[in-house]
C-alpha cells in the first residue's frame, strides 16, 4: 500500500482528495500546515506529498526547502491556483517532483501521482549487487553465481563509485533495470531522485518533452508548462531504457545534455541547467545503428563511457535454480501464500529450455505454474507444452520427466508419484540444512525393502531393481543389521 500526505489548508481540498483517492491501494493522510506536515512526515514516512504552495505560516516552498532536509528522497508535488513561471522554477530548484496548477484535471492529476509512487517505489526497494540473495533482506536483487554475472557485479562495483556515464546492453528481460538500480543505490547520488524512461514505450512526438518538458502553447494540446525528467532528476539518476529507439532530434538533445548539462523546454529559449548522471540501455546493437546512420555516432560514445553486458539465461543456466528459488520465495510472500517446492524434472526441462525471454519468462512461467499447480510441489504437468517437451519425451503428458527407466501400463502415474515425493524430499530438505536427502532416503527404503519381505534380503534386492551383493553393502554401511537383527 501506497502512503499519500496532502497538505492544504482548504477544506474542501482535502474533501476532493480523499473522494478522488479513495482506494485500498492508497493510504491517504492529511495535514492543514506546513508545520503540521513537518511534524507527521518522520512518522507517517510518506511515499509521496502532495502539498499547496500558499497556506498560512511556513508555504510550501518553505515547508518543500525542510522536507529535503529530513528525507532527501521523498517526493513532493506542488499545487497552487495563482502559479507563475518563476515560482515553477524556484520550486524545481528546490527538488519538487512536479508542479500543478488549480483546479487540475483528475485524469491527468492520478496520471503524475501514479507516475509518482512507482518513482517513490524505484527509489525505495534497494537493489542487492552481491553475487547470490542468501537472506531476504532485500525486495529485489540480482542473482548469480555464474561466471557472466561475476563479471557484471564487478563492473556494478567499480562504477557505482563513480559518476560515469553507463550503458547497459542485453537481450530483452535480462535485468538490465536490475543493474541500473543496483548502480544508483551503490553511487554517491543514492540520497537524490532515481527516474526510469522507457523510450521505446512513449510516442515519439511526446518523448521529447516527457524527457525535457515543455512551456505552455508550444504544442497544440500544452495548455500549462510541464517539468521534464531531466529537471524532476536534477542532482539524482536518470536511467534510459530502450534508448536506441530514441528519435535524431532527441539524440541531439541528449548529447548536448550530455555534454554541456544544459537545454531547452520544448517551446522554450531559456537554456537550463541540470546535474543528471544518465545511465542508458538497449537491446539493439548500436554499432549496426551507427553504421546505419540511425543512432548519432558522436552520442554512441558519449554513452559508451563503460558498458555492462548482461548474458542471456541460456548462457548462465547454471543460474536457473538460483533463479527459481528466488522468484518462489518472492512470488510466495507477493501473493501471501505458501513457497511452493520444484520437482527434479521441471528444472531439468528449465536447464534444457532455451528461454527466448530470458530471466523475466522464467519468472512468468513459474508465476503461472505456481497457479496451475494443485499440490505443494510445480510437476512437469504444471508447465507449458513447449517448456515441459525440453526435458524430455512425454514431460507435458504425464509429468514424467526426469524420473526414466518407466515403461508399460501406469507408469505416468508412477513417475508423477515419484517427482511429487521428490519435491516434497527437496523443499524439507531446504527447511533442515542437516539432513542428507540421498542416504535419508537410501536407508529408508532398504529398511521397508526389508520390512515388506520379512528380512529375504533376494526379494527385497528384487524390489529395489539391486543386486543381492549391493543390498548387503547398503545394510552395512547405514547400520541396518543392528536395527533389524539381521545375520
Known sequence: ??????????????????????????????????????????????????????????????????????????????????????????????GAYDYLLKPFDVPKLKEIVNQALRAARDMRQTVSDKPL???????????????????????????????ATALITGESGTGKELVARAIYHNSNRNGKPFLAVNCAAIPEQLLESELFG??????????????????????????????????????????RVLQSGTFERVGGNAPLQVDVRVI??????????VAARQFREDLFYRLNVVRIHLPP???????????????LKKLARDGGGATKAISAGVLRAFEKYHWPGNVRELENVIRRAMVVSKGDTILPSDL??????????????????????????????????????????FHWARKDPKLKVLPAVERALVIEALRATANNQVQAAKLLGVTRATLRKRIEKFGIHRELNIA
Do not use: W
Open 214 to 255: 515543455h512551456e505552455r502553447g508550444s504544442f497544440t494540446g500544452a495548455t500549462s508548462q510541464r517539468i521534464g525528467k531531466f529537471e524532476q532528476c536534477n542532482g539524482g539518476t536518470l536511467f534510459l531504457d530502450e534508448i536506441g529507439d530514441m528519435t535524431p532530434a532527441t539524440q541531439t538533445k541528449i548529447l
Open 1 to 94: 500500500m501506497s502512503k499519500l500526505l496532502l497538505v492544504d489548508d482548504e477544506a474542501d481540498v482535502l474533501y476532493s482528495f480523499q473522494r478522488i483517492f479513495d482506494s485500498p491501494e492508497i493510504q491517504l493522510s492529511t495535514a492543514s500546515s506546513g508545520e503540521e506536515a513537518l511534524a507527521v512526515v518522520p512518522r507517517l514516512k510518506p511515499d509521496l506529498v502532495i502539498m499547496d504552495i500558499r497556506m498560512g505560516g511556513m508555504n510550501g516552498l518553505e515547508t518543500l526547502r525542510a522536507i529535503r532536509q529530513v528525507d532527501p528522497k521523498l517526493l513532493v508535488i506542488l499545487m497552487t491556483a495563482y502559479g507563475t513561471t518563476q515560482m515553477a522554477i524556484e520550486a524545481m530548484k528546490l
Open 384 to 425: 507449458t507444452a513447449e517448456i515441459a517437451g525440453a526435458g524430455g519425451e512425454g514431460a507435458a503428458a504425464g509429468g514424467a520427466t526426469g524420473t526414466g527407466g518407466f515403461t508399460g501400463p501406469g507408469s505416468e502415474a508412477a513417475a508423477a508419484d515419484i517427482a511429487t515425493l521428490a519435491g516434497h524430499l
Open 133 to 163: 540473495l542468501e537472506t531476504e533482506d532485500y525486495e529485489q536483487g540480482i542473482v548469480g553465481r555464474s561466471e557472466p554475472m561475476q563479471q557484471v557485479f564487478k563492473m556494478v562495483g567499480q562504477l557505482a563509485a563513480t559518476d
Open 313 to 327: 539465461l541460456r548462457e548462465r543456466k547454471s543460474d536457473i535454480r538460483l533463479l527459481a528459488d528466488y522468484f
Open 280 to 289: 542508458a540501455a538497449t537491446n539493439k546493437p548500436l554499432e549496426q545503428a
